[in-house]
């Protein structure tokens, strides 16, 4: 393939960080990325609580209430069902290489390092290991069980990125959304987005 493959396929799960997840995709848009985007039962319920975002279920209904919310084209957005297993994320012959579980729950965390396939998020990542593609998980919860560190590990050997939704303090945010930012341009820069939502470390600070 000449040209990159600017698709990529993300996932909300219902962990804390809603705003991590609608800001990842508005930057992926802005980016002209393809998203296919798998949005949990859960994870509505915490856009609702954390954002006053109540999606509706169809993924037609989801996907015209985002393009309204973000203010984006209504291109380059796909909002898959749950059950939606002709979608090109359910294979490997046609699947992006890229995907990103943000925010990940605890569940989806054990769902996915078990193999369970039982929903197309879930059988989304497990396409994306076997295809040895990359998976971001972006793990939020506190404290972690014995278990989530076994299945993060597990994760980890198989070849995903485990990045817990944790912003640093270092670049001296200033508000929710310079928190926000870190967090997603840390990701943005592990998928090879480019990104100037936060300073780098060591350029600001040798000025
Ligand atoms: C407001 C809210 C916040 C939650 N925060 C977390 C969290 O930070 N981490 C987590 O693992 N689960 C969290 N949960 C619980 C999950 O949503 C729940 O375990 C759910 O079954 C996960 O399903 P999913 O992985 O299919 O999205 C939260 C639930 C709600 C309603």
């Not at 015209?64 to 090109?88: H, T």
């Not at 569940?107 to 996915?112: C, N, Q, R």
């Amino acid at each position: 393939m000449s040209s990159p493959d600017k698709r990529i396929t993300l996932a909300w799960t219902g962990a804390s960080g809603a705003p991590y997840g609608l800001r990842l995709l508005e930057c992926l848009l802005a980016a002209d990325y393809h998203v296919y985007l798998l949005i949990s039962s859960a994870a509505r319920v915490v856009l609702a609580t954390e954002h006053g975002l109540k999606l509706p279920s169809g993924p037609d209904a989801a996907k015209a209430a985002l393009v309204k919310q973000l203010g984006c084209s209504a291109d380059k957005l796909e909002v898959c069902g749950k059950e939606d297993w002709f979608s090109p994320v359910a294979s490997g012959s046609a699947a992006p290489k890229q995907m990103v579980v943000c925010p990940c729950s605890a569940g989806t965390l054990a769902s996915v390092a078990h193999g369970l396939s039982d929903n197309l998020l879930e059988r989304a990542a497990d396409v994306v290991l076997k295809e040895r593609g990359q998976l971001l998980m972006v793990v939020r919860e506190t404290p972690f069980s014995t278990l989530h560190l076994e299945n993060m590990l597990k994760l980890s050997k198989m070849g995903a990125t485990i990045m817990p939704a944790a912003p640093g303090f270092y670049h001296q945010p200033e508000s929710i959304e310079d928190l926000v930012d870190f967090m997603v341009a840390r990701i943005l820069d592990h998928l090879g987005v480019e990104q100037g939502l936060v300073p780098r470390w060591g350029y600001d600070q040798r000025k």
